[in-house]
Nanobody, 116 residues
């Protein structure tokens, strides 16, 4: 499975961005897709996750009510709509996919910078 993120960039605090993660390869293997982020000098943090079909969605407390994760299985693409962005949201955002008992894959990341 290959994952490619896009949609990052520079935005002012309070603004919005939508990240995309395009999956290719053995996408039928994927059960759960997630967004993680890692800010400079900090540990990687789980932002949101979604199971195949969208039956189970989870968010970090820090983004609840502001971020929305979604998945288009026909396009093999996952999205993260980020609204009301805060400067502490500045990080590299990574797409991650898990196939239970098969594998764990991660993209190269996309930089999100939120200016105050």
């Amino acid at each position: 499975v290959q994952l490619v993120e896009s949609g990052g960039g520079l935005v002012q605090a309070g603004g919005s961005l939508r990240l995309s993660c395009a999956a290719s390869g053995s996408t039928f293997s994927i059960n759960v897709m997630s967004w993680y982020r890692q800010a400079p000098g900090k540990q990687r943090e789980l932002v949101a996750s979604i199971t195949n079909g969208g039956g189970s969605i989870n968010y970090a407390d820090s983004v609840k009510g502001r971020f929305t994760i979604s998945r288009d299985n026909d396009k093999n693409t996952m999205y993260l709509q980020m609204n009301s962005l805060k400067p502490e949201g500045t990080a590299v955002y990574y797409c991650n996919a898990v196939g239970w008992g098969i594998g764990n894959w991660r993209g190269q990341g996309t930089q999100v910078t939120v200016s105050s």
